[in-house]
């Protein structure tokens, strides 16, 4: 593997709160390569949204950093000033959220808020960032971009405005693309070209990939790597093939268990079903985040919060997998 | 008079319009003509007792509002809605006391459920309007079962809604939904807002409910997956009509309708076979202005000059019925 190009270590980030400190993203390292598309799954609340978020620079106060580090090829990005931050947001990192018609300004023309992203970002006239603007619009599947490029966001469907987003995303040739749920808010018909289209984009542009999402399939279908992500903190991590099939952590492994799949199952059989539900901010119990719910639990588990330990090509935080089992 | 072994939930040709016209002052200066919408149109199918019939399609197809014709939340455009053999519509029928024998789950909890009630008093109002308790006591202990038959705890009777999770508070609606000792429920998309590990959760509950007090679901959903857990039978919807509905193992072993395969084929593939995903191309029509003869058209592999011309009607039995001229031709 190459040097990585995004380097995220032990991140730490923390709602400070009249009732005490509340840590949504808790010791959380990762790694993502050029022309890589890392997964990143975990129920609502599981802080996946706010890893990405801190990575951008773009947490709401009072959240905020409150350990590790984020590198962008090897430089610290995390603390900048606003004003440096948001030249390296545009320029060398791309923003795709779940809900297109919010990430698009409804007063502009598509056209305009290409434009003017791009002369923002790079160094060309008004007529080449146009030019550059309809190749984008050409790329991410919009046909016939000349007569589109003057429409406002409203003219267009959920997943063409998806798309133009994503080409707003790639505007200034960025190294790093974070996508935040871009499909939930689609069809599954138009969800399929969105990530043929995000796939491709990784693939000829050796664009970093971080994709956050709470679906499986999307990943399975998209990702080389996956982070699974616990109450806050990584439960799992790695190829995406050997996670979905083999699953080391009993979270993960009880998390794809409870996915419906055509064909898997007899109708009407149960599904695997994890009892309870994922601790609030402010109740994670001491030792690993999901032991009450784990159906291996052992002493170990209630008193010692788990390491990410190495189980084949992959890491799970999981005392299962210890050398030695007290 | 009730029929003892017809179905419990009969739709014959029902459809529903909705008027989208500009406002009354714009169509008379600007002379913009009247709208109407057609969100439903043509749709037949029975749903027997004990039966799970789900409704499948995308944004906009329709299923909803037809669930919401069905427990009478809109009112019909054209066609017949028959419960237990009863003609909802028809002067003569009591349609309250049919309506009383349905109840409905909804897609958003936080949205279905009244924030300043508390739970105990939610799950009882049916009881209460209905008249189903005759002293406090008996209310209350009604309620006390209900709680428990959805995995809460009668304590938490005592709670607001914002004190639960997405996938407790799903378990309340449907706790209230079976307060009223329904034999039908209509469920739309009720497990969609919640995540996967929660949605087994419902989804076990709600076949256990179904095993256990013998009810008949109609079940809306656009996850093929989801729907091929928990369904007997399938409608599947495109622009307002049903176009292919069959028994579940045969829609999912072997989809005929060409808008069924491509939604098969949209599905994510989670076993990772490697097996090349064919992304359909297009997207769903405006609904203001369907296209010509099979509305699937523009976007079928299969669609010649007849499907550009002729709507297909819905052929074959209630066991395996499709929509389309390329497989009523054999074509496909």
């Not at chain 2, 406090?136 to 006390?144: F, K, L, Q």
């Not at chain 2, 590990?197 to 709600?206: F, G, P, T, Y």
Request: proline share 7%.
């Amino acid at each position: 593997m190459s040097a990585p190009l995004l380097e995220v270590r032990d991140l730490r980030v923390e709602f400070p709160t009249r009732r005490g400190t509340l840590v949504a993203v808790d010791g959380v390292s990762f790694a993502i390569a050029p022309g890589e598309v890392l997964g990143v799954v975990g129920e609502s609340g599981a802080g996946k949204s706010l890893t990405g978020m801190a990575i951008i620079g773009l947490l709401e106060p009072p959240g905020r950093i409150a350990a590790g580090e984020i590198r962008l090829e090897g430089e610290r990005i995390d603390g900048l000033p606003p004003e440096r931050m948001r030249r390296i947001r545009g320029r060398h990192i791309g923003a795709i959220f779940q809900d297109p018609l919010t990430s698009l300004n409804p007063l502009y023309t598509v056209g305009d808020q290409l434009v003017e992203t791009i002369l923002t970002h790079l160094d060309v006239d008004k007529a080449q960032a146009r030019s550059r603007a309809l190749k984008l619009l050409a790329e991410v599947g919009i046909p016939a971009p000349e007569g589109r490029i003057d429409h406002y966001p409203h003219q267009f469907s959920g997943g063409m405005r998806q798309r133009v987003v994503i080409a707003l995303a790639l505007a200034a040739e960025p190294r790093l693309i974070i996508a935040d749920e871009p499909t939930t808010a689609l069809d599954v018909s138009i969800q399929a070209q969105i990530i043929a289209l995000l796939k491709r984009l990784a693939r000829d542009h050796g664009v970093a990939v971080m994709l956050i999402t709470h679906d499986m399939g999307v990943i399975a279908e998209t990702a080389d790597r996956v982070a699974v992500m616990y109450a806050g903190r990584l439960a799992e991590l790695g190829p995406v093939r050997e996670v979905i099939h083999e699953p080391r952590h009993p979270y993960t492994a009880g998390l794809m268990g409870s996915i419906p799949r055509i064909g898997a199952l007899q109708r009407h059989a149960r599904l695997v079903q994890i009892d309870g539900a994922m601790p609030r901010l402010n109740a994670i119990p001491p030792g690993c985040a999901f032991n009450p719910r784990c159906p291996k639990r052992f002493a170990r588990c209630t008193a010692e919060r788990p390491e990410l330990l190495t189980v084949g090509n992959a890491r799970a935080s999981c005392w299962l997998y210890a050398a030695e089992r007290r | 008079m009730s029929a003892e072994h017809g179905p419990l939930v009969r739709l014959l040709r029902v459809g529903r319009d909705f008027d989208v016209s500009r406002p009354w002052l714009n169509r008379v200066l600007e002379g913009a003509p009247r709208q109407l919408l057609r969100a439903v149109e043509d749709v037949s199918f029975e749903v027997a007792k004990g039966e799970t019939l789900a409704l499948v399609g995308e944004s906009g197809c329709g299923k909803s509002t037809v669930a919401r014709l069905i427990v009478g939340l809109y009112a019909l455009s054209r066609g017949r809605v028959e419960f237990d053999g009863m003609d909802l519509a028809a002067p003569g029928t009591d349609a309250p006391a049919l309506r009383r024998r349905m109840q409905m789950i909804f897609q958003d909890p936080y949205a279905s459920l009244n924030p300043r009630w508390r739970v105990r008093d939610i799950v009882a109002e049916p009881i209460r309007v209905l008249g189903l308790a005759a002293t406090a006591e008996a209310e209350r202990e009604r309620v006390t079962g209900l709680l428990r038959q959805v995995g809460l705890a009668p304590e938490d009777g005592e709670k607001y809604p914002h004190e639960f999770s997405g996938g407790q508070r799903q378990r309340i609606s449907i706790a209230r939904a079976l307060s009223g000792n329904p034999e039908f429920l209509v469920c739309d998309e009720p497990t969609s807002a919640l995540d996967v590990s929660v949605q087994a959760q419902i989804l076990n509950l709600m076949t256990d409910l179904q095993e256990r007090l013998g009810l008949t679901y109609l079940f809306i959903s656009h996850n093929l997956a989801v729907v091929s857990h928990i369904a007997d039978r399938v409608g599947v919807m495109y622009l307002g009509r049903v176009v292919e509905l069959a028994e579940a193992e045969r829609l999912f072993a072997a989809p005929r309708h060409p808008y069924t395969r491509m939604l098969m084929d949209a599905i994510p593939d989670l076993q990772m076979t490697g097996k090349a995903r064919t992304p359909v191309a297009g997207e769903v029509p405006n609904p203001l202005a369907p296209p010509s003869g099979c509305a699937f058209h523009p976007r079928c592999p299969h669609a010649n000059d007849r499907c550009r011309a002729e709507r297909p009607a819905l052929l074959g039995p209630a066991t395996g019925a499709v929509a389309c001229h390329a497989v009523e031709e054999k074509r496909i």
